[in-house]
């Protein structure tokens, strides 16, 4: 098998396992074992990459972050009016939010991780300030903090709900929070 140093993937492959295990195990299944198994390294390159099972865990939640913030910002870039804005928060919410159990697991096991361990809370505060500058190129900064937590809290609660509220009821709730913008 090649070293760290001939196998410039291997760090990566591992990142990606273990982003795999905690959503299919949560973050308390998983292990140094696991990962290694899973990315077809061997042991030892657990502690050649990464300090420990808390560097690893960052490391995978930065990557998870940048993808799911990249797809929000990526979402939203077409919209040129508050309108056009608030009717891609409406879609982000039934379609980027909803429907991928793999992104919802991994959400909620970082939310836990955050609300203990403050580098997690780093990880979720850089994530909220990404979605909120894309956010603040059409709506005011109270409209902002109020629309991030509706998209948190409604993409939660369509993923969970074992009867989803539709997105008629989505938009209303959106047109509310935006209600002031010009």
Known sequence: MATGYTDPERRD?????????????????ISHRKV??????PLGSMTYHFDGMAEL????FTRFVDDRATAFEEHLAPA???????EAVTDAIHHI????????VLTLELYT???RE???????????????????????????RQLDALIEGLSIHRALDTAPHSRDLTARAVARVTAGTP
């Open 113 to 115: 991780l955050a609300a």
């Open 13 to 29: 492959r591992i990142i990606d396992a273990a982003l795999d295990l905690v959503a299919e195990q949560g973050v308390a299944g």
């Open 118 to 144: 403050p580098a997690f809370r780093e990880l979720t505060h850089g994530w909220m300030a990404r979605s909120r500058r894309c956010l603040a190129r059409h709506f005011d900064a109270d409209t902002v």
């Open 97 to 104: 939010a909803v429907g991928d159990q793999r992104a919802l």
């Open 80 to 86: 040129t009016t508050p309108a056009e804005a608030a």
């Open 36 to 41: 290694a198994a899973r990315a077809g390294v």
């Open 57 to 60: 865990l960052r490391e995978a």
